[in-house]
């Protein structure tokens, strides 16, 4: 079959990645990486990591990671374990950051058989609220998984719990689907916070957000504060994330090979089809690998998987071990790392706080007629 000007249809790539070592034991992290032991050590905080996917949010919290020349800290950290449905998820989450990852069917698991620990992080699965995707909600065979998260507040009572999901779930249905979970979640004796995050706030060459949730149990004094933009109207453009690697077709940089051969699509302009500009933010990196992911701002191609991989903040020494359909959908499922890694600071100062004893901001419950702000969100 021929292409519509006329040339031989191009023939799809099927390169594999080339790599020596994952991020957890490769040298060149050695100096600053967060070593995680087997069992916690004194003076850090446990974390329980539900619907893990590739390791994005556990990595932000774990930190010990350089992106964009600047050293990401190590923070206080523990992840005891990480769950997740995805095999081949957890194959590339085990790979870079630890044995601690497994495989497992959350609605299958009980509670009471999952450790307890102070932190309970989980992004859960966004699909079915999402705005490129059917936007079907509770219907949805995913929609309930938020479920899981209050499962484990109920049996462990983790001090602070971190949602994690898109910020369509704010406006859908006019906030109602939003609104159901955050009373299901408070029902169990925790108060939340509602945090929608512009990840170029944050350093992040892409235009995309998060919606965060929260949550601390009310008998505990104060909440995490909302990190503070590091970069506000000082966003850094697709270049600044990737301009180093037009030169590169090689796998002297992992992954930067693999690549979809697609041509443009002819009209309709839907997801994927867009070209970056250079000088501004990168389209959203999506899940959906199928979509044709964006192409270039000067090459005439689509991204690779390690540009979309530096667009959600991964290290270069981060391995996607898998083909590019497989590892594509891991990296736009994931939470960008330095995303992670602000929330994380955040989380960690405030339990530094209250086991010091001191004294934190008061939280406020907030009241029924609250909840229309997110319908009258959803009307501007």
Avoid at 20 to 28: A, I, V
Avoid at 207 to 215: A, E, F, V
Avoid at 318 to 325: C, H, R, W
Avoid at 374 to 380: L, N, R, T
């Amino acid at each position: 079959m021929r292409r519509k000007n006329g040339l031989p249809k191009r023939r799809a790539l099927r390169n594999m990645p080339v790599f020596e070592h994952g991020f957890r034991t490769n040298p060149r992290t050695a100096a600053y990486r967060h070593h995680q032991a087997s069992a916690p050590a004194p003076g850090t905080y446990t974390v329980m990591s539900l619907f893990a996917g590739c390791g994005g949010m556990d990595l932000g919290f774990m930190g010990g990671f350089r992106y964009g020349g600047q050293i990401y800290r190590a923070h206080p950290f523990h992840i005891v374990r990480a769950i997740d449905f995805d095999r081949h998820a957890i194959e590339t989450y085990r790979l870079n950051l630890g044995e601690h990852g497994v495989v497992g069917d959350l609605t299958e698991i009980p509670a009471r058989d999952l450790p307890k620990t102070r932190v309970l992080i989980g992004g859960f699965p966004c699909q079915d609220f999402s705005s490129s995707g059917p936007k079907v909600g509770f219907a949805g065979t995913r929609g309930m998984l938020y479920r899981v998260l209050i499962d484990y507040m109920n049996e462990h009572r983790p001090d602070v719990v971190v949602g994690e999901n898109v910020p369509h779930l704010m406006r859908l249905r006019n906030g109602e689907y939003l609104e159901t979970i955050l009373r299901e979640f408070e029902e169990c004796g925790y108060d939340f916070d509602v945090w929608e995050m512009f990840c170029p706030d944050y350093g992040l060459s892409q235009s995309r957000r998060r919606l965060i949730l929260m949550g601390t149990r009310r008998d505990l004094p104060g909440r995490p504060a909302q990190p503070r933009p590091t970069h506000p109207n000082k966003y850094r453009p697709i270049e600044d994330a990737i301009g180093d690697l037009v030169g590169v077709t090689d796998e002297s940089v992992t992954n930067q090979s693999q690549y979809f051969v697609a041509t443009r699509a002819t009209s309709g302009g839907g997801q994927g089809d867009h070209t970056n500009q250079r000088g501004e933010l990168a389209y959203c990196i999506r899940a959906n690998a199928k979509a044709r992911i964006q192409f270039h701002y000067e090459l005439d191609r689509r991204l690779t998987v390690r540009e979309c991989a530096r667009l959600q903040s991964f290290p270069d020494e981060f391995v996607f071990p898998f083909a590019a359909m497989t590892s594509m959908s891991q990296i736009g499922n994931a939470v960008p790392p330095i995303l992670g890694h602000h929330v994380a600071a955040s989380v960690a100062t405030y339990l530094a706080a209250i086991d010091r004893g001191e004294a934190t901001p008061q939280k406020a419950r907030r009241a029924p007629e609250q909840r229309s702000l997110f319908a009258a969100d959803a009307a501007k």
